[in-house]
């Protein structure tokens, strides 16, 4: 079919007055388009295979199909199929939820068989939500500005457990080395539409440490007074 309209436009040319030259460049764009054209519909034919018959994929929203095939650990038969044996499973298992996008992710073999090799697998997923807004409320002594820089969690970003506890792990040093030994930060989470959640840091600082005194042992070579006058650490003021 391609193959003929490609030879009627050509000999439509040819019956035109067309200096050679020209005659010559039009063939050549002719003859990438037509390539380029078999190798698309090759190429569509084959992905169109693959998904329909070997991998079914549930659950997704925002992560298209292709992004969740390129996490699998499968090994290649040939280019309309793949097998996958039950530790290349265990494997796109790990991986997929290892990539942050999702917070359950569960795999079933379609085709059982004794040698536990399977060429059709369904995938079933939960994405993570994307965080529509990050707030922090109750810190008086340290701007919103400081603790929005030093947290991974931000607006439009993808909410995972592991970030929010190392976010909290980071505000909380920001505290210590402030002085502020007994603040307390809690979490609120509050689920919106279309897969979104609102990230809400409620923080209670507390009043800040102070020292009452300072005291050295085991000085012999030098006096305590000599030593308070060398370091930056001092004695609270009492008022």
């Known amino acids: 079919m391609y193959i003929k309209g490609v030879t009627n436009i050509c000999y439509q040319i040819s019956c035109a007055t067309l200096s ?11 003859s990438r388009v037509f ?6 519909y090759s190429s569509l034919h084959i992905s ?4 329909k018959d070997l991998i079914v994929i549930k659950g997704n ?3 298209d199909r292709s992004s969740i095939i390129s996490y699998l650990k499968g090994s290649k038969k040939n280019k309309k199929s793949q097998i996958f044996s ?8 790990k991986t997929l939820y290892e990539s942050g996008l999702f917070s359950d992710v569960k795999i ?6 004794s040698k536990k090799k399977y060429k059709r697998i369904a995938i079933e997923v939960k994405e993570n939500p994307l965080i529509s807004d990050v707030k922090f409320i109750g810190n008086k002594k340290i701007e919103d500005e400081a603790l929005q820089g030093e947290v991974s969690l931000k607006k439009r970003s993808v909410f995972t457990k592991a970030k929010l506890q190392s976010d909290l792990k980071r ?4 505290y ?3 002085g502020r030994f007994l603040t307390q930060i809690d979490p609120k989470i509050i689920p919106k539409d279309q897969n979104r959640v609102e990230l809400v840091f409620e923080i209670f600082e507390g009043k800040k440490a102070k020292i009452s005194d300072i005291y050295f042992v085991g000085n012999r070579s030098f006096s305590d007074q000599d030593l308070l006058d060398e370091i930056s650490t001092k004695k609270s003021k009492w008022y």
């Open 48 to 51: 169109s295979a693959f998904s």
């Open 35 to 40: 390539f380029t054209s078999c190798l698309l």
């Open 86 to 93: 039950q530790k290349q499973i265990d494997e796109s298992l």
């Open 176 to 178: 210590l080395k402030s």
């Open 171 to 174: 505000i909380n040093e920001i």
């Open 61 to 63: 929203q925002r992560v």
């Open 20 to 30: 050679p030259k020209i005659y010559s460049k039009i063939l050549k764009v002719i």
């Open 108 to 113: 079933y073999p379609q085709d059982k068989n």
